[in-house]
């Protein structure tokens, strides 16, 4: 489960703010600040060095993209603090542009998520700890398009279900767990997955990486 | 003194130079179109012919738009733009058929062939009386004879020439406004062409703000609060599995239940807003329910001899909840009433308020998006609102009797007794709820701004 997380939060209905930081605080993290609007969010990570921000895609003024700017925005200033959107929308495109600027450190999950608090806690460490988590949903939405589905047709369903697993951000025992296989064949899978992307072989890590933005991004 | 700048005022005098002005243009527009017609009539022998007469009568809608400026700006007389043609095929022959069968270009063309011979009488008219007076009056002093009847005639004249100047100019300018006005301006069928795409235009934009409205109210209503329902049932089981004190977990249970209540209301208010129920059963029991709501009193008077079609139910049912709303926010009302009529097939909403008055019309405001909602449907929002009131705001739309083949539901609920049967019925109503919510333009409800301070977003309605 790692360590006790510093966090800020960064969402404009009172109730959702209120809870999520309640139930992070029930889990023993330590809630740094929990804000209402972007200014205060880059303010409050300023002061407090949080170790990840949590914010919803619609903030105040204009309610409509607010923290989506701000998480590149932050992501770019502070590459150190892990990102993850909170938010209410299935919009692949909106995570494609969070992860132009690479995977690492972040993370988009549709708010009702925290309602299952461990795999929330879970995702939040591995975004936290650098690494990327993918809404289920968003993910299942990508397979759908139509793009897609001639890259895909390449790959077994076994490889597909794989992918969509490291494209939520699990690690190689997870996704081994996930599908009830040997992590032996779980990698035995994602080299298969980087041979048909045409990745070259490299740091383990950085190649799951390409493959799911080339996935997302094809 | 005091006669001439009568007679020369400062009308007059743009009117003579305009007369001035335009005779050149006419006479070298006539010869360039006339050229150009010709030429384009004997080339029609050839496929040259068609492209010719299209160039020409570009070139004679051009023409029609400076004109038409030239008009505007000199004699102050506005006439509309028509509706430029719609170009429906592809390319330059989709172009050149769209030209040449567009009336506005043909009589654009009739204007310039048939100008000329009226700008000449125009000007010799108009010009002659005041030359001819002017000219004799100078020249009376060097007259041979001593003052004599003869001389005495010429005076006369001269001096009634020249009052009769300015009559004859704005004679000669109505004819040549009437000219514009029925040749360079839009026909009825093309006013009627522009005004419809103006209301389709508003009629779009009308529904998908609604439309953007009832997703945001969703998503930051209903949506936001069954997540918070999720979230408050996971604290309560972390609470459960960290055997908590009861009252805690009571606590979360109870927050969870009023999140749940705010999400159901929510959802009600948003039902509302795109079509109250009660609507089915009629503008009455509509307007009644409204009435009870309403945080200022209110008399509902309905006299409807049949049943208004669906949409300009819901149209007169938002009014007059909007104008209700406004009456009860902004007015400081003690009593309002609603009257609503139909007769000669115009529906007719009235809605009366003892408030301070002083409504007007303002850009983007909500008196305005009203008034563009009722002219969707070709009718008028007329504001009699004096500064220390009282308001009465009055809309009327046409409601022709024609069967309207939407009114599918009429003949289920016309038998429920709650539609208007002809008697004017009067429902005395002293409300004694909170206001309702408008639904049409509704900002908030009272449950959500109970429960939450940042969840009831500023919103840009």
């Not at chain 1, 303010?43 to 590149?72: C, F, K, N, Y």
């Not at chain 1, 929308?89 to 690492?104: I, K, M, P, Q």
């Not at chain 2, 004096?386 to 009797?401: D, K, Y």
């Not at chain 2, 007794?417 to 639904?439: C, H, I, K, N, Q």
Request: hydrophobic residues 45%.
């Amino acid at each position: 489960m790692g360590g006790e997380m510093r966090v800020v939060i960064a969402e404009d209905s009172a109730i959702l703010r209120e809870g999520l930081a309640q139930l992070l605080s029930m889990r023993g993290h330590q809630v740094l600040a929990a804000v209402v609007d972007v200014p205060s969010l880059f303010e409050a990570v300023a002061v407090q060095a949080p170790d990840v921000a949590i914010m919803d895609i619609r903030l105040p003024p204009s309610h409509t993209d607010e923290g989506l700017r701000a998480a590149v925005r932050l992501r770019r200033e502070c590459p150190g603090i892990g990102v993850l959107i909170f938010s209410q929308y299935v919009e692949t495109a909106f995570v494609a542009e969070l992860l132009a600027g690479g995977s690492d450190g972040v993370g988009y999950l549709l708010k009702e998520r925290v309602v299952q608090l461990d795999d929330f806690v879970d995702a939040l460490h591995r975004v936290a700890a650098g690494g990327t988590a993918l809404d289920p949903q968003v993910v299942t939405q990508m397979f759908g398009r139509s793009r897609h589905r001639e890259v895909l047709a390449e790959f077994t369903p076994r490889e597909r279900e794989v992918l969509a697993l490291m494209a939520q951000g699990r690690s190689n025992t997870a996704i081994a767990t996930a599908i009830r296989v040997s992590e032996r064949a779980v990698e035995k899978h994602v080299t298969n997955i980087f041979g048909k992307f045409d990745l070259p072989p490299s740091d383990a890590d950085h190649r799951r990486v390409l493959a799911v933005i080339r996935y997302l991004q094809n | 003194m005091k006669l001439l700048s009568t007679i020369f005022d400062s009308r007059s005098r743009r009117g003579l130079a305009y007369l001035l002005l335009v005779l050149p243009i006419d006479l070298l527009s006539f010869v360039l179109l006339m050229l150009g017609s010709l030429l384009g009539a004997v080339l029609l022998l050839t496929p040259l012919g068609t492209w010719l007469l299209a160039l020409v009568l570009r070139g004679a809608a051009g023409l029609g738009g400076s004109r038409r400026d030239l008009a505007a700006r000199m004699l102050g007389d506005r006439v509309p733009t028509p509706v430029r043609p719609v170009v429906a095929g592809i390319g330059l022959f989709g172009w050149r058929r769209a030209i040449l069968k567009d009336p506005v270009s043909w009589r654009v063309l009739a204007y310039a062939l048939i100008k000329p011979p009226v700008a000449v009488l125009s000007l010799a008219l108009a010009g002659g009386f005041y030359l001819y007076g002017l000219i004799s009056l100078i020249y009376l002093p060097f007259y041979e004879n001593e003052l004599g009847v003869e001389a005495l005639g010429i005076m006369v004249t001269s001096v009634i020439l020249l009052l009769l100047g300015p009559w004859m100019l704005r004679s000669v300018l109505a004819v040549e406004r009437l000219m514009i006005r029925g040749l360079l301006g839009p026909t009825r069928a093309n006013q009627r062409i522009s005004d419809l795409q103006d209301s389709r235009d508003r009629a779009v934009k009308d529904a998908d703000i609604t439309l953007r409205r009832i997703e945001r109210d969703l998503h930051d209503g209903a949506q936001a609060r069954l997540i918070g329902v999720g979230m408050h049932l996971a604290i309560v089981r972390e609470l459960v599995g960290a055997q908590a004190p009861t009252e805690q977990v009571v606590a979360a249970v109870d927050t969870a239940q009023a999140t749940l209540t705010a999400a159901v209301a929510d959802l009600r208010d948003l039902v509302r807003g795109i079509h109250p129920p009660v609507l089915d059963a009629g503008l009455e029991a509509a307007l009644a329910t409204v009435a009870a709501g309403s945080a200022v009193p209110v008399t509902v008077e309905i006299d409807l001899p049949r049943r208004p079609p669906p949409a300009l139910e819901s149209i007169a049912y938002f009014t007059a909840c909007e104008l209700l709303t406004n009456a009860g926010r902004h007015s400081g009302a003690r009593k309002a009433a609603i009257r609503v009529d139909l007769r000669d097939d115009v529906l007719r909403l009235r809605v009366h308020d003892d408030g301070r008055g002083g409504a007007h019309r303002r850009a983007g405001g909500g008196l305005a998006g009203l008034s563009e909602r009722v002219r969707v449907v070709d009718g008028s929002l007329v504001i009699d609102s004096p500064a220390g009131g009282p308001t009465t705001v009055t809309v009327e739309i046409p409601c022709p009797l024609a069967a309207d083949p939407t009114d599918s539901r009429a003949g289920v609920l016309r038998d429920s007794g709650m539609a208007g049967t002809g008697r004017p019925g009067v429902v005395e109503l002293a409300g004694s709820f909170p206001a309702a919510r408008s639904g049409a333009g509704g900002s908030g409800s009272p449950a959500r701004g109970g429960l939450a301070d940042g969840s009831s977003v500023a919103r840009v309605d």
